[in-house]
């Protein structure tokens, strides 16, 4: 290790959080001004700024910091900063360099952010070492948050940070090392050369002349062609690094593409290894022999040849520039002692050194003199930044204006600060046309200008730097155009985007508002019943809070046309906000893989016009009971399944019909009737609220924070009782679910009809036998079997009876689970399947008499609505 010794009584220089003193820093150095973290002038990796240019940036107000570009900017060698980004660093750089990390590290500037674990230190690299560094910006070595910035990287030296006080000097790390920093530790470049062993990303040290080379053309296969292939394999083999005869791998490479090319080639390959230390005799002939010639002549495709020759080569500094190729000084001196060699008669005055060099060296043709101006053109033209350091420019505005990015479901989120919650991108490609916006008005560095190429790279890059997992989806928090209630403490928060909530209302929080007509309306459309009027306020509820996953149940809104069941769907969906709902169709739901995915994070999904899906049910059931969705969007990876917490609405004039009659969907399905005419004429309706293309418009919209406070004066504990005890709270609704069920389920509307409960009653299931043409009965014993009952049934009322097996399943299931009774059980005899508990009415004159197993429908008035008496009745029952 090479440290320079510290100079006597030297003074201990040192700068105080986010102070600046530029008197402290050194003329030469190579500076870059910064605002905020971020170097802004155009180029400035590659046309570093003066101290006076830095001294200037700031008199006219333009920088808050300077930060230290390193490389090598003079002969004299370079300079390069050592960053140790976080506590994990320390403990394996201890391992690696034997010793603790004040030892291991000279003193040196040291600049600190104030984080925990995080300094930079700045050493310096001689020239002569600078060919052992990998020709890299940032240099790694394997060692968790520890990097070294290289080529045209600049660290912060002074001025502020955007997450702390700002950039100091550490106790033992002032500018009084600023002048002669020590060099890299020697055991930092053996690290560095244990992770970039080969040439591969070393700065080619080349030297030699220009000359130029005439190709030939000879007929493929022609002896010449191959003599050609020879004296080029030969020049490859003169500008290989003496580092690959040394190296196994490398050794044995070039002797396959040798072997490949001709059999001429063993002497070059043996005089070549010879330069090595560890050359032995006989192992060049040894492996020559074993090594086999593949079919594709000198350049076989995906094995060693003359083009992986040339690529090594050129790897080792061979250039080539069209006809033209880069000697060596030894090359020339051969071919110098040829020439002269060559010359027995003294030379004339008139063959000058210049005639000498023009002979060995040849002069190139008009074509190529112009062909190699359009090359110095085109190397003159202004190039830009490398993309990996235009996304670390691009990442710290794109963090400070909003935007995330969520791996699971590769999706990019936007904080508006306006409403304090964090969005989906609206469309495909908002944040890379952001990324665009942001180089057209930005002064982001790109002298050549932007492609579309360069921006998707970009977008690719800062993906790495802004993802974000942690959403907060807590039932507890709601936010408002104007801050953040906690609902449970009743506490009223600023917007921050720390909270990291996905949702918000869309207008402002006010503890005084009142709800205005809406009550009054809601309990006009039930016929004044506050009961139901209170289960309408716990759905409302369960919309903001965000329950569906527990609750587990589904709202049917059904009536005939305007009796106020939009306008109530309309209501729920104002509540919650224009972003916050989502609306589909049961087909739509259940047929199209991509569906699911436009619900995820909804407060709401509303279903329409469903009552003539007759399908399958299974993605609804997932959705309203809290089981894993698949999320699926199109042209994108299946992301993480997701469990969906909002609720759902079915709006429809009549009941939703599907092929699942288990008690998996009766027991989630909530089902409140809106069936009161609320106007004498068609021309009194007035829209009460709407959403229209995500504005909220109607006379009701004004009431929406009073509303939100009548909703959440409501406990927690309420709002279960009467979602989850809904016909214990309030009996009324009893009567519609068994409507319900007997309108939508063949099985409960056969039970209704034909069969009665009976607990010593033992009849047997039978079987779906056609009846003789004669016989009164379509089946066999449709008196006394209950499936040759319920198949006749089926077929008499226009309906599609199920299986004998799925039949004994669902009625267990339909009386148990749905019908709420215990004394029906099943059992075989002589393999044959009964059941006990339940008759047949026509099959004993004793069960005529008994009672439905359902109440009996009630007198209707002449407008098919319930009469009053009745309600009053539910009323008085509840």
Not at 397 to 415: N, S, T
Not at 476 to 492: K, Q
Not at 772 to 796: G, I, M, P, T, V
Not at 834 to 839: Q, S, T, W
Request: aromatic share 10%; proline share 6%.
């Amino acid at each position: 290790m090479t440290t320079p010794a510290p100079e006597p009584n030297r003074p201990h220089l040192h700068i105080a959080p986010a102070e600046v003193k530029l008197d402290l820093i050194p003329q030469d150095w190579a500076l870059t001004p910064l605002r905020g973290k971020r170097a802004y002038t155009p180029g400035w990796p590659s046309s570093p700024s003066s101290l006076e240019e830095v001294k200037r940036e700031f008199e006219e107000g333009r920088a808050t910091g300077v930060g230290l570009m390193t490389g090598q900017w003079s002969n004299e060698g370079g300079l390069i900063w050592v960053d140790i980004d976080g506590p994990k660093a320390i403990p394996e750089l201890e391992e690696r360099a034997g010793g603790p990390l004040d030892s291991i590290f000279p003193p040196t500037l040291t600049i600190s952010s104030g984080k925990e674990g995080r300094q930079r230190m700045l050493f310096s690299v001689p020239s002569s070492k600078i060919p052992l560094l990998p020709d890299k910006a940032t240099i790694k070595i394997g060692v968790p948050s520890f990097e070294i910035l290289w080529r045209s990287r600049y660290g912060a030296l002074m001025g502020p940070h955007p997450d702390t006080e700002g950039y100091f000097t550490t106790p033992h790390g002032g500018f009084e090392h600023a002048k002669n920093p020590p060099e890299l530790p020697e055991w930092l470049f053996e690290e560095i050369q244990k992770a970039f062993p080969t040439n591969k990303y070393r700065k080619p040290v080349t030297s030699g002349l220009v000359t130029q080379h005439i190709n030939i053309s000879y007929e493929e296969g022609s002896v010449y062609q191959q003599e050609e292939t020879i004296a080029e394999a030969r020049i490859y083999l003169e500008h290989l690094s003496l580092d690959r005869c040394s190296d196994y791998e490398e050794w044995l490479k070039v002797g396959m593409c040798l072997h490949q090319i001709d059999d001429t080639l063993l002497p070059d390959w043996i005089e070549w290894s010879q330069k090595a230390d560890n050359f032995e005799e006989g192992a060049c002939e040894a492996k020559w022999r074993s090594f086999k010639r593949l079919e594709g002549g000198p350049s076989p495709e995906g094995a060693c040849g003359l083009h992986q020759l040339r690529y090594k080569a050129k790897e080792d500094g061979y250039i080539e520039l069209g006809n033209y190729v880069v000697e060596s000084p030894e090359t020339l001196a051969k071919k110098a002692q040829e020439y002269f060699a060559d010359k027995q008669d003294p030379m004339s005055e008139e063959q000058t050194v210049e005639s000498v060099f023009e002979s060995i060296l040849g002069l190139p043709d008009q074509g190529m003199r112009d062909e190699i101006n359009e090359r110095k053109k085109r190397e003159r033209r202004p190039k830009n930044p490398p993309n990996n350091e235009l996304a670390e420019f691009a990442t710290e505005m794109v963090i400070q204006c909003g935007w995330r990015y969520d791996p699971r479901f590769e999706v990019f989120m936007f904080y508006q600060r306006s409403k304090g919650v964090w969005r989906r991108e609206e469309y495909k490609h908002e944040y890379k046309h952001f990324i665009q916006d942001l180089f057209l008005r930005e002064r982001i560095p790109l002298p050549a200008g932007f492609n579309n190429t360069l921006i998707n790279d970009v977008v690719s890059l800062t993906q790495a730097y802004i993802t974000h997992t942690y959403w907060d989806d807590d039932d507890d928090r709601l936010a408002f155009t104007n801050g953040v209630l906690e609902v449970s403490t009743g506490e009223f928060l600023e917007h921050s985007p720390e909270h990291y909530i996905t949702w918000g209302l869309d207008f402002d929080y006010d503890p005084h508002a009142d709800p205005g007509p809406i009550i009054e309306w809601l309990l006009r459309t039930q016929y004044g019943d506050t009961d139901r009027v209170q289960v309408l306020r716990a759905w409302l509820k369960a919309c903001l809070v965000g329950q569906g996953h527990e609750i587990q149940r589904f709202m049917e809104v059904i009536g005939p046309g305007g009796r106020g069941k939009s306008t109530f769907a309309n209501l729920c969906c104002a509540l919650v906000g224009a972003r916050n709902y989502a609306s589909t169709t049961l087909n739509q739901l259940e047929q199209s893989r991509f569906e699911v995915a436009s619900i995820k994070g909804k407060r709401l999904t509303l279903i329409n016009d469903s009552e003539r899906y007759g399908g399958s049910a299974q993605i609804f059931k997932a959705l309203t009971g809290g089981d894993n969705l698949r999320f699926e969007e199109k042209n994108k990876n299946v992301g993480e399944p997701f469990v969906y917490t909002g609720m759902v609405m079915v709006c429809a004039n009549e009941p939703i019909q599907t092929t699942d009659n288990t008690s998996g969907l009766t027991r989630r399905r909530l089902t409140i009737e809106f069936n009161r005419p609320l106007y004498n004429k068609n021309s009194e309706a007035k829209e009460m609220i709407k959403v229209d293309n995500g504005v909220i418009k109607g006379l009701w919209k004004h009431c929406l924070p009073g509303l939100v406070n009548w909703v959440l004066q409501m406990t927690d504990a309420e709002m279960r009782q009467y979602l989850l005890d809904t016909y214990e709270m309030v009996p009324s609704l009893k009567r519609v679910r068994n409507e319900i069920m007997l309108n939508s389920n063949n099985l409960v509307e056969w039970l209704q009809s034909e069969v009665v409960f009976d607990e010593k009653a033992v009849t047997p299931v039978g079987k779906k036998i056609p009846a003789a043409k004669d016989a009164q009965e379509r089946y066999c014993n449709s008196n006394f079997h209950l499936y040759a009952s319920y198949a006749s049934y089926c077929e008499d009322t226009g309906s599609k009876p199920v299986g004998q097996k799925r039949f004994i399943a669902l009625l267990l299931d339909c009386t148990k689970n749905q019908l709420g009774t215990d004394s029906v059980t099943g059992f075989t005899r002589l393999g044959k399947p009964y059941l006990k508990g339940i008759a047949l009415r026509n099959s004993d004159q004793k069960f005529k008499s008994v009672p439905t197993i359902l109440p009996e429908n009630r007198h209707q008035e002449a407008n098919g609505q319930v009469s009053e008496r009745e309600l009053g009745e539910d009323r008085k029952a509840s």
